[in-house]
């Protein structure tokens, strides 16, 4: 996997005017509010967000179920959606982390695409570190748990950037969970392939969460929680997730826009 | 056709293969098993806990594993030379050298050694490679006994099992299961629960042995081609004891155990230890350069080195899964993977568990047999993350899924049993998948009935649903809610 140290030497350009969005596939059909609301909280900060109608998937199901001619057909579909040398905010860590990583290995001695998945940056990540952003709470008083993918955690080593954005909300109490650190049991098609290993890993991070008795988790990977939010509404768990561009957008405007 | 021809043809295709056949089988009755679940996961948190004490400087690990994967490196893209520069050493230094390219090989090179001595009782110091050769079967077969003598090693045989760890082999016992298992097969035994106790009976069991065999069979941690001496690690003193106190002293290791310098010991050593189970330093450190010499007091006569293949070559052949042989065997990738925290060492079916074991074994026993375990991953990373020789362990995991799932016809044929993952229906679905994912017009139609027939969605998505509900699509795609936006659409879903 990629060297955590890898983002201690990112160099993160200026602020930009104009952004890309890779909204993931995921969020396009199933989550597009997740989507809105990351788009609002960037336009808040001054930039406009470009959404290519050309983009689909990332490629990683077929590149992790081991289909690389087709992944790579996907891959080289997604690079032509997005010309020129803008940032591309993309709204997960899993498929940033392919990318950002995954490309440059595929196509590897490639100076093109290297320099494409350069601009590649998480969405957390691109908040922190190149909008330096700072957020003004007017929520109320709340603990919540973060569940960072492992995808954003160590191919994109930016497990810190959710809990810094987590952090300037003044009523917003972070609560640690035991083992946060350990996956969900996504990791997409093995959640299918080996559904019973991957039902034992979400028991056991559902059962973690709710043990850190807080009403909502955030997350800025709408994979993991797919899964995460299904374990726990089979159990009829009152705890819910919620992605961390619609909580950090919730908390900050006066009133509450979107769930 | 006497027993031994028989066990050759049964042997050739390792009994491994079988149990790493039924790994879905093994993983369901095990994930069933409370008490192995609970066995683990302690076991694995207190390991975690070791190693993250034992690096304290985060620069310093850091440092030390680049080093280490630098070494590994060097030794492996010199391996053919350093073999033979190993030999000769170690040759000039009075220790013979023996080459199986098979596990029978080996097995048969070992008994032969055996019978020429004329040895009746073995004691064995921790050696997976043997593990691997299924060596004590094979001899019990010609009638030599084979003591296990390290105490996990000896709990499992005791158990009539297999290690489900390749450096705690008996940790998915808790100390009642093992008091049980003592008091059903030591004479005289004191039956009671203490760790420490129960671990002073063991012992004294194996004291006694130690001095009646006639020979000790021990594994290798660093070969060192330079000076031609074998390393072994080891904390109960009893891998001293197998490579001293018995005339006939046998070593047997992987061939990718070669280090090129003596000095490239001490930080691999360093890094073996503390990411193994958070020592500073092993008990013991045994350096071992030739048989007893005139005037010496104790040693054996006789030392021999059996180096094996068995698949090892074939992953030395490919640039990216030669990094696969990086590998000090220290645990730690098990230690803190998930899925072997949940399913434990033995539904692998393979002498190597947890992510080091899905990269190893299909060199080993071919990928029809094992194609099941490189997608037995859900690539979180944890493994990669605290490799200390830095085996980028995800990466190689794709690419055995690669292998597994390519045409069996393709020309490159970089492994044994490639192709034989692949499904005829999934290819074509992947195909499809492309297919519609390279086309956004294609795409948008696809999402656009999607979502326009969510109510239709079933609610029964096979393993999914399983365990979790099935996710509804939106009523709208991100897609047409921005192509509306740019229209001045303001269409909140």
């Known amino acids: 996997m990629t060297n955590l140290n890898s983002q201690h030497l990112r160099k993160y350009p200026e602020k930009p005017q104009q952004v890309y969005l890779f909204g993931t596939c995921l969020i396009d059909s199933f989550f597009p509010n997740s989507g809105l609301d990351a788009i609002s909280l960037l336009e808040r900060e001054g930039i406009e967000v470009i959404y290519p109608q050309g983009q689909t998937c990332c490629g990683q199901p077929a590149y992790n179920s081991g289909y690389l001619d087709e992944a790579k057909q996907v891959a080289r579909q997604q690079i032509q959606q997005f010309p020129g040398d803008m940032p591309i905010v993309v709204l997960s860590g899993s498929c940033g982390g392919m990318m950002r990583h995954h490309y440059a290995d595929i196509f590897k001695g490639d100076g093109e695409i290297q320099a494409f998945c350069d601009r590649i940056f998480e969405f957390t990540e691109f908040l922190v570190h190149v909008l330096d952003i700072q957020l003004d709470d007017k929520g109320d008083k709340e603990r919540v748990a973060l569940h960072t993918s492992c995808a954003a955690r160590r191919e994109m080593g930016v497990h810190i950037t959710g809990r810094k954005l987590l952090g300037q909300l003044n009523q917003v109490e972070l609560v640690t969970h035991d083992y946060e650190s350990e996956c969900c049991g996504f990791g997409g098609t093995f959640s299918v392939k080996h559904g019973d290993i991957s039902a034992a890993m979400v028991a056991d991070k559902s059962r973690h969460l709710e043990n850190a008795e807080v009403l909502r988790y955030i997350s800025a990977d709408w994979g993991c929680m797919m899964n995460i939010n299904g374990a726990l509404d089979y159990r009829n768990s009152k705890l819910k997730g919620q992605h961390i561009a619609t909580f950090l957008l919730n908390r900050t405007q006066k009133q509450e826009s979107r769930s | 056709m006497n027993n031994a021809a028989q066990y050759k043809i049964k042997v050739q295709e390792s009994k491994y293969a079988n149990s790493a056949r039924a790994f879905r089988e093994n993983v369901a009755r095990d994930l069933d098993n409370s008490e192995l679940r609970e066995n683990f996961r302690g076991a694995m948190d207190y390991l975690v806990d070791k190693r993250k004490s034992a690096f304290s400087e985060r620069e310093e690990l850091d440092c030390l594993r680049q080093q280490c994967k630098l070494i590994k490196q060097r030794c492996l893209v010199k391996l053919p030379l350093l073999l033979e520069q190993l030999e000769q050493q170690l040759e000039q230094n009075g220790i013979v050298v023996h080459w199986a390219e098979s596990i029978t090989d080996a097995n048969e090179i070992i008994a032969q050694l055996i019978e020429r001595n004329n040895g009746k009782s073995v004691v064995k110091g921790k050696s997976m490679v043997s593990e691997e050769t299924a060596l004590n079967d094979y001899l019990e077969l010609q009638g030599v006994e084979c003591l296990e003598s390290d105490m996990g090693e000896y709990i499992v045989q005791l158990a009539k099992e297999h290690p489900s760890h390749i450096i705690m082999p008996a940790i998915h016992q808790n100390k009642q299961q093992v008091a049980k298992l003592f008091a059903e097969n030591i004479d005289g035994f ?274 999914w649903t399983k365990v979790r509900t099935a996710p509804k699509p939106a009523a709208k795609t991100l897609h047409e809610l921005m192509a509306q936006r740019s229209r001045g659409i303001r269409d909140e879903v």
């Open chain 2, 190 to 463: 004191d039956y009671n629960t203490d760790v420490d106790t129960l671990i002073q009976q063991g012992r004294q069991v194996l004291r006694d042995k130690f001095c009646q065999a006639d020979v000790g069979i021990s594994g290798v941690n660093f070969a060192v081609a330079e000076t031609g001496t074998l390393c072994l690690v080891e904390n109960e003193g009893n891998g001293r004891m197998c490579t001293t106190v018995p005339d006939l002293h046998i070593a047997i290791t992987g061939i990718e155990k070669v280090v090129e310098y003596l000095a490239d010991v001490p930080p691999l050593l360093s890094l073996l230890t503390r990411s193994a189970t958070g020592q500073a330093i092993s008990t013991y450190f045994n350096m071992i350069s030739h048989p007893r010499q005139d005037g010496e007091k104790d040693g054996p006569k006789q030392v021999h080195l059996v180096l094996l293949d068995n698949g090892r070559s074939q992953a030395f052949a490919d640039d990216e899964l030669r990094q696969t042989l990086q590998c000090i065997r220290c645990g730690a990738c098990m230690n803190h993977c998930p899925v072997y925290t949940r399913i434990g060492g033995h539904a692998y079916g393979t002498v190597y568990p947890g992510p080091i074991g899905k990269m190893i074994s299909p060199h080993m026993l071919g990928l029809e047999a094992t194609k099941d375990l490189p997608t037995a991953s859900s690539l979180c990373g944890a493994c990669g993350e605290v490799c200390p020789v830095k085996i980028p362990i995800p990466k190689i995991l794709l690419r055995l899924r690669q292998e597994s799932v390519k045409p069996k016809s393709d020309d490159k044929q970089v492994m044994k049993g490639q192709g034989a993952g692949r499904k005829a229906l999934e290819a074509k679905i992947w195909k499809a998948w492309s297919l519609v994912h390279k086309r956004p017009v294609l795409y948008r139609t696809s999402m656009w009935f999607l979502t326009r027939l969510r109510g239709l969605m079933p609610k029964k998505l096979g393993a």
